[in-house]
């Protein structure tokens, strides 16, 4: 057994991931490696700027890898900020990582995609695997990019490569950053310390969405399943919770009756609304057996948990 290697491990995903997988394999086996050090210390990290590929390889050489997760990327309203700069980090992360498995120096990749590789022309409800691909942010147009070249390598060297395309993904221990479907985090923290929330998107803007179990579960699956089995080459449509901000308003008020929520939709709105829904996830199924467990009530009620043990205690928290 060769060692794990998760790549911008202090993200929002990253941060789970790595604890699931220490979990499952043993913390020692589990290189946590970020641009950033840690906000805790810990034994197994690396300062690691993907971007560099020799540093990377460095890696991979120093720790015997095997298997590497490429958490690292700017997302969808930070990279609308910054077009070029994200651009150039998520494809030039991407790239070293899949020329690094080309050389044989990882074994298998997980590269996450998103569903902002859809746009205006896709159909918006129950959105098919394969349909109409028309992103018009930065972001969504290098995870399309993304997708194409992992196929690409998966076809044309002997590479393994796996991706899944992550709804917005909700979770309690690190804060997402930059992201669109972000308002779906910080709502909670919001509606737990002020008791009030100022939506950046508006009240009927439905996004598909996951909680982090959820996710990491996927992620995980996806990365044990049998690759005679994975038909998709480039990304699997995986999907979760399909929510607006004022049903996630209403779940949350089921627990916290006095909590209140207003709307002032900024840029992120067009964004959101180029995006699905709801995904069809018919091949992840059928492929790996992927099926999400938590529901909106299930997912409102742990966030709100774990989060009441950060905030003073509520004393109107009905859970
Ligand atoms: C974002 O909002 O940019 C991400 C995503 C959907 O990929 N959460």
Do not use: C
């Amino acid at each position: 057994m060769k060692n794990i290697l998760v790549i911008g491990a202090n993200g929002q995903i990253g941060t789970d991931l790595v604890a699931a997988l220490r979990q499952k394999y043993t913390p020692q086996r589990v290189i946590a490696s970020d641009i950033k050090e840690p906000t805790r210390f810990d034994a197994h990290f690396k300062l690691l700027d993907a971007t560099d590929k020799e540093a990377v390889r460095q890696i991979l050489i120093d720790f015997d890898i095997d298997e590497v997760y490429l958490m690292a990327a700017i997302l969808s309203a930070s990279a609308e900020k910054i077009p070029d700069k994200a651009w150039e980090i998520n494809m030039k992360v991407l790239f070293n990582a899949l020329e690094l498995s080309k050389e044989g120096f990882i074994n298998k990749l997980f590269w996450p995609s998103s569903i902002a590789v859809f746009g205006p022309h896709t159909p918006r409800i129950d959105t098919p695997q394969y349909t109409v691909m028309d992103p018009n942010t930065v972001y969504g147009i290098s995870k399309l990019a993304g997708e194409r070249w992992i196929e690409y390598y998966n076809n044309h060297y002997d590479v393994d490569v796996r991706s899944v395309r992550y709804p917005g993904i909700i979770s309690w221990k690190t804060l997402p950053g930059g992201g669109t479907t972000d308002y779906a985090v910080e709502i909670f923290h919001e509606a737990l310390q002020n008791r009030h929330y100022t939506s950046f998107l508006a009240p009927h803007t439905r996004l598909p969405m996951m909680y982090m179990p959820d996710a990491i579960e996927a992620t995980i699956n996806i990365m044990e399943a049998d690759k005679e089995k994975l038909r998709i080459k480039n990304s699997y449509n995986i999907a979760g919770i399909s929510f607006t901000p004022e049903e996630l308003a209403t779940a949350i008020q089921q627990y916290l009756p006095d909590f209140s929520i207003d709307y002032q939709p900024d840029f992120r709105q067009a964004i959101a609304e180029s995006w699905p829904e709801s995904i069809n996830d018919a091949y992840a199924f059928k492929d790996w057996h992927w099926h999400h467990k938590y529901d909106l009530d299930a997912m409102v009620r742990d966030m709100l948990q774990n989060l009441s043990n950060k905030y003073p205690k509520e004393e109107s928290l009905l859970l």
